[in-house]
């Protein structure tokens, strides 16, 4: 147990053989249960898992502090016969969890990526009552950042961006982190079932926490990078990330500025959006104006009347065709002829030239438009979220419920938090 709560950990296994072993023998005393789920390896990892399984209940074969009367293993092996993926496994490993009654409960991966001797700091915000949610980040510090390999350290820095976004954390990092810690009533009312299965799993979950207004904490912690290798397909998991932040973007703005309450920032959002498409849009435009044929000038292919007349002359026809009256009407004949038909060569020439600057001037004017209204909604959504991402080096204000909605302060005002801490009158306040 941890500051009185039972602490349970969710070790996602898949093709882990070699490695799963030692993530469950470093587990830290505290810890009242391990759930290792197995995601229907097809290496030894099972095999592994029940070897390791076996001889540490035998050595921790102590009563359990659970309060339903459950079993006393202190490690639970969980195998899928089907692959559900990172985030179905998680499932399974929190469904559990929950079943058991567990107070806290942590992620951790079955790779050694995560330190276990950081468990503690993951797991300390969520059981003092304080913030709903914990979350590593290996980018709190330039130093963790050269632990990094690279290319990595850039998908990280560009999901994290994206996920800001998405999920309305802003001051959060390292969203891909899977070294979490979450209380049992913010994971009831988040409802598992609708979590991902994939790699998006994490997103979902920011995202469910930010429509409650929870307040969450990124715990600083370094990487560690061994001979294992990363399980993820750039070619579906980008396509897949990117349809998840974007539903996630629209059901958070749906969800909390609208239907719980009515805010203009999903108007503005919305706003910009068109303002850039419009801009896609004439820029397009004016790019396939440039580009189609009838786009260039040339000389008229039928022949003007002047040049007929002459034609006639030239070939030995009758000169008495052409009525001298019109050139006398008109000025000097044959000046006024040059002039004529100079003049409907002009008229005829397309103006394509001129279409396509103004189809251009109309993009960049959409583009400058979307993009102002877009920061301004960016500007009022960092305001309306600020205060929900704490560090855990800088503390969380006193009083303040892991539980607590800070856009409505009076749901626990003098009474007990969901989490079983004492609340305190405007606790939700900034």
């Not at 003049?343 to 103006?351: K, L, N, V």
């Not at 204000?397 to 800070?406: L, M, N, P, Y």
Request: glycine share 10%; with cysteine.
């Amino acid at each position: 147990m941890y500051e009185g709560k039972t602490i349970g950990v969710v070790v996602p296994a898949y093709n882990e053989a070699g490695l799963v072993g030692g993530v469950i023998e470093t587990m830290p005393a505290f810890v009242d249960r391990v759930y290792v789920v197995d995601d229907s390896s097809t290496d030894d990892t099972w095999a592994e898992v029940t070897r390791h399984t076996a001889a540490i209940n035998e050595r921790r074969n102590t009563e359990s502090p659970l309060t339903n009367g459950g079993t006393s293993e202190f490690v639970v092996p969980i195998r899928h016969e089907e692959n559900r993926g990172p985030g179905g496994a998680r499932k399974t490993g929190y469904a559990r969890a929950l079943a058991d009654e567990i107070d806290v409960v942590a992620t951790m991966d079955a790779d050694g990526q995560m330190d276990p001797a950081y468990l503690d700091r993951i797991v300390a915000p969520v059981a003092s009552g304080r913030v709903a949610y914990a979350k590593g980040t290996r980018l709190g510090s330039r130093e963790f950042w050269r632990e990094m390999p690279p290319f990595r350290l850039f998908g990280n820095l560009l999901l994290t961006f994206l996920t800001k976004v998405a999920s309305g954390y802003w001051g959060m990092t390292d969203p891909q982190n899977g070294y979490t810690a979450i209380s049992k009533n913010a994971l009831v009312d988040i409802g598992i079932e609708t979590l991902y299965d994939d790699y998006g799993y994490l997103n979902d979950v920011l995202t469910s926490l930010n429509v409650d207004s929870r307040l969450i904490a990124d715990v600083s912690h370094p990487a560690r990078y061994g001979t294992e290798h990363s399980g993820i397909r750039y070619s579906t998991f980008v396509p897949s990330l990117s349809g998840v932040l974007l539903r996630n973007f629209c059901r958070r703005l749906t969800d909390r500025y609208l239907m719980l309450d009515f805010h203009p920032l999903a108007f503005l959002y919305g706003l910009g959006a068109l303002g850039l498409a419009g801009s896609a849009l004439s820029a397009g435009s004016a790019v396939y104006a440039a580009l189609s044929p009838g786009s260039t000038s040339e000389p008229s292919s039928s022949p003007s009347p002047v040049s007929s007349t002459r034609r006639s002359a030239t070939d030995g026809g009758s000169t008495a065709e052409t009525d001298p009256s019109s050139s006398f009407d008109s000025g000097s004949g044959p000046e006024s002829t040059a002039e004529s038909a100079s003049s409907s060569e002009s008229t005829a020439r397309p103006s394509a030239p001129r279409s396509t600057v103004a189809r251009s001037l109309v993009a960049l004017e959409a583009f400058v438009f979307g993009a102002c209204v877009l920061a301004l909604a960016i500007a009022f959504d960092v305001r309306a979220n600020e205060g929900l991402v704490v560090r855990v080096e800088d503390g969380v204000a006193d009083g303040r419920s892991s539980d607590s909605r800070t856009d409505r302060p009076a749901d626990r005002a003098d009474g007990e938090g969901t989490d079983g801490t004492e609340g305190t009158a405007g606790a939700g306040e900034r």
